[in-house]
């Protein structure tokens, strides 16, 4: 692995000149990147829109752990890693329940004749949470049956007179 080779080189005591020459290389490497970066909008728009995601999930996380606080202040590494894996955990049921009804809604605007490009598809976000309430007490109700297993959508006034 390139990062356990840099490791290793850091941590001998004398700069080797294998050392010197990869972090020159890494620097060529940089200064390259960010020509491209500056001449390229294409690629500048492509990051953007990786790191808003990764933004995005990150508000999500904040959003359900604690209120927004988000500390954990369990002592022990165990009950941390219990904490983070609950957390990781509700944010993939969030996700998924979204990513699910994205499907249905856009399955039912398609039904009722609504034209969606394609290409607009891959910008809508599964990691939106302003429909479920966020209280910090989560309990799940097995006994609880749904129509065909799901919630019936919410329709638009307009689409609800064409349906």
Known sequence: MPSTILKKLSATPKESQLAKALRELGRIERSL?????YSSSTLRRRCQAGLNKGEAA???KRAVFFHERGEIRDRSLESQAFRASGLNL?????????TVYLDRAVTQLKRAGRNIPEPLLKHISPLSWEHINLTGIYTWNSEQHLPEGFRSLRLPAGLRRAA
Do not use: D, G, P, Y
């Open 33 to 37: 990147f960010m020509i491209e970066w």
């Open 58 to 60: 990150h508000k999500l």
């Open 90 to 98: 509700f944010v993939s049921a969030i996700v998924h329940w979204n």
